[in-house]
């Protein structure tokens, strides 16, 4: 599990690790830039050109000491200093008088009828900006920006793609690289994670440039990525002598006429993940289908045919998952009701449950402490109201969780899980395949 730091925490780690370790700053740019150096040297030839674009900040720093680097690896190197701005910061003006030393030639692109074309097997580094920025990028800066995206290079970030903020969602009408691969230090950046930024991000890996880990490991953030679910599988492990009543008894309250599948689906997934004794409570009309399919649970039938309406007894349970293809009848909303308001053990809310306590201007009010909640956006929406954008969004569902005291799972590429304590891991594990009809009712299973 990784930290999320903001653009800020890691100037500041910058600054711990120069003080702590002692080392200068330009030591430290050179530390980063090797780090980036080897990676490149991992994954690419000497035999392919490299075009370097360096702005005048650190960000240009760091590409220009690539440069520096790739070039004393035989590779072919032509370097651009892009001149937005008539002052250099102080490690980027060292590392351009150490290029010069090398007798290698700097263009500077003072206009846009300065910027280099490149051939589609060239690799381009971008440097242009790093991840302090917080403002839209304009005038040459961005005209440069166009011309790598017109390009069919490979085009690799360092830090972060150029015009591209680190903590917020980036304005949609933002010049940004849409970079190939982005090589970004120490932590991931909060925007990465956020839907919108695919455009940008085709492939991001996190390199470690050996920042103060007192400091990292003290920093206080709210927001953590998983990405590895093996690191937790101890929460999971199982005796030689347990059996079905250790790893308990759960209830999914699930189905209607024409929507069995999700109670099927949802039971599956339940028995699959592990739960001792499983107890299906679901409308008659599904009785038949649900004991051919899965004869390893107990299958409890409401007294209506087509609905469920009756009030489960949930004494007997250890934890309780309600909502997969139960509809929206009026009935069901009072059973609904009478669940959440009467139910000690935990509780996964999901779906039809989800739009039940959205159309009841009371519904919030239903829910109780802990209780887990696995919205998609249009679901989540419809609970919260919608917003204007992922961070918006992302800022609602921890406001939300923290108010009602519950933990939401708001899915997505990089699905968020807001806990009530005010933290947010996003869960990088996914994959395009799970976008299907039935996924959601699978995690309502595995999650009871």
């Known amino acids: 599990m990784q930290k999320i730091l903001s653009s800020k925490q890691i100037r500041q780690a910058d600054g711990a690790t120069i003080e702590r370790e002692p080392i200068s700053s330009e030591a430290l740019m050179e530390r980063a830039a090797n780090a980036c150096v080897n990676w490149i040297i991992e994954h690419y030839t000497s035999s392919q050109k490299v075009v370097v674009f360096a702005g005048v900040g650190n960000n240009g720093g760091d590409a220009l000491v690539i440069s520096r680097r790739l070039l004393q690896q035989g590779f072919d190197v032509s370097t651009y200093l892009v001149r937005y701005s008539e002052n250099f910061s102080a490690d980027c003006q060292i590392n351009l008088d150490r290029l010069r030393e090398m007798n290698h030639e700097i263009t500077y692109i003072l206009e846009e009828d300065h910027i280099p074309g490149f051939a589609s097997e060239t690799i381009v580094i971008d440097g242009l900006f790093g991840s302090g920025l917080n403002r839209l990028v304009k005038g040459l800066a961005a005209t440069c920006i166009e011309q ?3 390009g069919l290079a490979e085009v690799i970030s360092i830090d972060i793609p150029s015009g591209m903020y680190a903590d917020k969602l980036t304005p949609s009408d933002s010049v940004v690289v849409q970079a190939s691969v982005t090589l970004t230090f120490e932590t991931p950046k909060l925007s990465f994670l956020l839907p919108g930024s695919e455009q940008f991000l085709k492939h991001w890996e996190v390199i470690k440039i050996g920042l103060d880990p007192m400091f990292i490991r003290e920093a206080d953030s709210n927001y953590f990525l998983v990405n590895e679910i093996e690191e937790l599988s101890y929460n999971f492990g199982r005796e030689r002598f347990d059996h079905k009543g250790t790893f308990g008894h759960a209830i999914l309250i699930a189905g209607s006429f024409g929507k069995m599948g999700a109670a099927v689906l949802a039971s599956k997934s339940a028995l699959r993940a592990g739960v001792g004794k499983l107890t299906a409570h679901i409308p ?29 007894k949930l004494s007997a349970y250890q934890s309780v998952g309600i909502g997969p293809g139960i509809s929206l009848n009026k009935k069901t909303r009072r059973m609904l009701k009478n669940v959440l308001t009467s139910v000690t053990c935990p509780v ?101």
């Open 148 to 150: 790598i995206n017109a």
């Open 348 to 448: 996964v809310i999901d779906a039809d449950a989800l739009n039940l306590i959205a159309n009841h201007e009371e519904g919030l009010k239903w829910i109780p402490k802990n209780a887990i909640l696995t919205p998609h956006v249009g679901e989540f929406e419809r609970l919260f109201g919608a917003s204007d954008n992922a961070f918006d969004r992302l800022q609602l569902a921890l406001k939300s969780a923290s108010k009602l005291g519950v933990y939401i799972i708001l899915k997505g590429a990089n699905t968020t899980i807001c806990a009530p304590t005010g933290k947010v891991f996003f869960n990088s594990t996914g994959n395009p395949g799970m976008a299907t009809a039935g996924s959601g009712d699978v995690l309502t299973g595995i999650l009871t």
């Open 284 to 312: 008659r009309c599904g009785y038949s289908l649900y004991q051919a399919t899965i004869p390893e649970a107990m299958c409890e039938v409401d007294d209506y045919v087509d609905f469920i309406a009756d009030t489960p």
